[in-house]
């Protein structure tokens, strides 16, 4: 079975200030990983997502993720925060390819960002 | 740009009644899905649907929820007989071919 563990329930950080998301997975199959991003009252927004190739991965608004697959993890990282980036993030693993496509989300990360 | 669109956005009923959640996936997309969000807790799978049929379901898509495609362009939820605890965010999603999943922005169902 397949999980995901997002480490923190809450991330702090100033306005300009760098932010790092962290999201740890289980999976004994290859994976494909995703971030989502849920401002308040809307739906879930993809930010971007790892298939295959390289592990570096750089989605929307400036966000990028990293996937290590020897640490298990898909951390999601940004230089300088913005006020209109405070979130809710969630980390979301499928896998194997050619299977149904469904998601396993971890438990989400609001993201605060403060003057 | 393409976007799965759900309605209603918002439905409260009351015990016991049936509800219907109906969702337009984009075009061109042959995987659908339902995931619900109970207020404060993580995004839940319920059930995968392609070529007309339900390809995977989770344990909480048990015999009160239905899923149907009836025509060319809708995707509908039914929950036969609400309760309590079916109050949720229920979102549907869509997929061209099952790798990238784009959601809708979601129907809140409260039961009362």
Same mark, same amino acid.
């Given at each position: 079975?397949?999980? *995901?563990?997002?480490?923190?329930?809450? *991330?702090? *950080?100033f306005e300009e200030a760098p932010v790092e998301l962290r999201c740890n997975y289980s999976s004994s199959v290859s994976v494909y990983l995703f971030w989502y991003v849920q401002y308040p009252n809307q739906g879930l927004q993809l930010l971007l997502k790892y298939l295959s190739g390289s592990t570096l991965v750089k989605g929307i608004n400036g966000f990028e993720a990293e996937f290590k697959k020897s640490e298990t993890s898909f951390h999601l990282t940004k230089p300088s925060a913005h006020m209109s980036d405070a979130a809710e993030y969630f980390c979301a693993v499928s896998g194997p390819p050619g299977n149904t496509g469904k998601l396993i989300f971890g438990q989400g990360t609001t993201l605060q960002v403060k003057p | 740009e393409p976007e799965v669109t759900q309605t209603p956005s918002h439905q409260v009923t009351q015990m016991g009644q049936e509800v219907i959640l109906r969702c337009v996936p984009i075009s061109n997309h042959l995987y659908f899905y339902w995931y619900r969000q109970i207020l404060g807790q993580k995004v839940e799978f319920l059930v995968s649907f392609y070529n007309? /049929? !339900? %390809? /995977?379901? %989770?344990? !909480?898509? =048990? =015999?009160?929820?239905?899923?149907?495609?009836? =025509?060319? %362009?809708?995707?509908?939820l039914k929950i036969r007989s609400t309760?309590? /605890?079916? %109050?949720?965010?229920?979102?549907?999603?869509?997929? /061209?071919?099952?790798?990238? !999943?784009?959601?809708?922005?979601?129907?809140?169902?409260?039961?009362?």
């Open positions: 079975a397949q999980s *995901v563990t997002q480490l923190d329930s809450q *991330v702090p *950080v | 007309n /049929e !339900i %390809s /995977e379901k %989770s344990e !909480i898509f =048990d =015999d009160q929820f239905s899923v149907e495609r009836p =025509d060319g %362009s809708n995707f509908t309760k309590l /605890e079916d %109050s949720a965010m229920y979102f549907c999603a869509s997929s /061209e071919v099952a790798d990238t !999943i784009y959601f809708g922005e979601g129907s809140w169902l409260t039961v009362v």
